[in-house]
């Protein structure tokens, strides 16, 4: 396989990431138990950490790392954010 197509696949999975963040961004917004609040808070940084893990690979094969979710996974942000329950 091709650095290139690796960089392509890790590109993805990044998006995906961005993806994870942003949705329990959302739902940290919508939590009122500061239990639970900070359990998500600390889940969202996990993710947080792992990103910037596979921004620091695709930049060491000499890859230009994506930094949000792209178009299609904002949409599906958007649309998911009414989906969260109260």
């Known amino acids: 396989m091709a650095v290139n197509d690796v960089v392509k696949i890790l590109n993805a999975f990044l998006k ?5 963040i942003h949705a329990y961004e ?14 998500f808070q600390n889940i969202q940084q996990d ?7 596979v921004a ?8 230009i790392p994506v930094d949000n979710e792209g178009i299609v996974g904002s ?12």
């Open 16 to 20: 995906g990431q961005y993806m994870g």
């Open 47 to 53: 993710h947080k950490i792992h990103a910037l893990k």
């Open 75 to 86: 949409v599906q942000g958007f649309i998911g954010q009414f989906m969260i329950p109260h």
């Open 56 to 63: 620091e690979r695709i930049q060491n094969l000499w890859g």
């Open 26 to 39: 959302h739902c940290i917004e919508k939590l009122k138990d500061p239990n639970i609040k900070k359990e």
